[in-house]
T-cell receptor
Framework: DQQVKQNSPSLSVQEGRISILNCDYT??????FLWYKKYPAEGPTFLIS?????DKNEDGRFTVFLNKSAKHLSLHIVPSQPGDSAVYFC???????????FGAGTTVTVRA | DVKVTQSSRYLVKRTGEKVFLECVQD?????MFWYRQDPGLGLRLIYF???????EKGDIPEGYSVSREKKERFSLILESASTNQTSMYLC????????????FGPGTRLTVT
C-alpha cells in the first residue's frame, strides 16, 4: 500500500509558466519530505526538502509547501524551463527511519 | 561530488539464472540502498544496509538477497531470476543519520527472458 501518492502521472506546462506538482501522504509519522528529479537513463537527483516544522522551503526557482493537516505537499517551479522536463518523485521519511517512501512520480514536460 | 556507480547499465538474463548487481560509492557513506523502479509504482525499497555486513529488508525483499562485505560496495543478488524481476534497479547511498539525502547511481535496466 503506497503511503506516498502522486496522483498526476503527467503535467505539461508552457515555458515561463508555473509548474505545480502535488503529493499526498497517509503515514502521520512522516516528518521529512523530499523531491527528487530524474532524467531518462540517469538516477534521481535530490532537488529540495522540507521538515515538518516548516510549511515552506524555497531554493531558487523551486519552492515546496507543506500542509500537515491535509497531509499534502506541493512543489512549485517558477518559471518553468525546458531543462525542467523530467520525472519528479516525492519522498517521505519518518524520524529514526533510514528508509524513504517514494511516490509513483510525475512526468513534467515544458513546452517551448 | 558523490559518485555512485553500478556495474552494468543494461543486462539481459534468462529465467532461473543467478544475477549479481554491483554498486560502489566513493564518499564513505554508511548507508546503502537498493530500489527497483517500475512504471506507476515509483521507487520501491528492496534492501538497505547501514553498516558493513548489516542489512535490513525493505518493502519488497522477496526473491532478492544482498551482500555488503566492504563499506563502499553493496551487491544485490537475484538467486533465481524470474520475468517479474524485469525492472530498473537503482542503488543509492547516504551518510548515517536520517536527514541526509540519498545519492543515486544511474541504474541497471535488467530484462529477464
Amino acid at each position: 500500500d503506497q503511503q506516498v501518492k502522486q496522483n498526476s502521472p503527467s503535467l505539461s506546462v508552457q515555458e515561463g509558466r508555473i509548474s505545480i506538482l502535488n503529493c499526498d501522504y497517509t503515514n502521520s509519522m512522516f516528518d521529512y519530505f523530499l523531491w527528487y528529479k530524474k532524467y531518462p537513463a540517469e538516477g534521481p537527483t535530490f532537488l529540495i526538502s522540507i521538515s515538518s516544522i516548516k510549511d515552506k522551503n524555497e531554493d531558487g526557482r523551486f519552492t515546496v509547501f507543506l500542509n500537515k493537516s491535509a497531509k499534502h505537499l506541493s512543489l512549485h517551479i517558477v518559471p518553468s524551463q525546458p531543462g525542467d522536463s523530467a520525472v519528479y518523485f516525492c519522498a517521505a521519511s519518518a524520524f529514526i527511519d533510514y528508509k524513504l517512501s517514494f511516490g509513483a512520480g510525475t512526468t513534467v514536460t515544458v513546452r517551448a | 561530488d558523490v559518485k555512485v556507480t553500478q556495474s552494468s547499465r543494461y543486462l539481459v538474463k534468462r529465467t532461473g539464472e543467478k544475477v549479481f548487481l554491483e554498486c560502489v560509492q566513493d564518499m564513505d557513506h554508511e548507508n546503502m540502498f537498493w530500489y527497483r523502479q517500475d512504471p506507476g509504482l515509483g521507487l520501491r525499497l528492496i534492501y538497505f544496509s547501514y553498516d558493513v555486513k548489516m542489512k535490513e529488508k525493505g518493502d519488497i525483499p522477496e526473491g532478492y538477497s544482498v551482500s555488503r562485505e566492504k563499506k563502499e560496495r553493496f551487491s544485490l543478488i537475484l538467486e533465481s531470476a524470474s520475468t517479474n524481476q524485469t525492472s530498473m534497479y537503482l542503488c543509492a547511498s547516504s551518510l548515517s543519520g536520517v536527514r541526509y539525502e540519498q545519492y543515486f547511481g544511474p541504474g541497471t535496466r535488467l530484462t529477464v527472458t
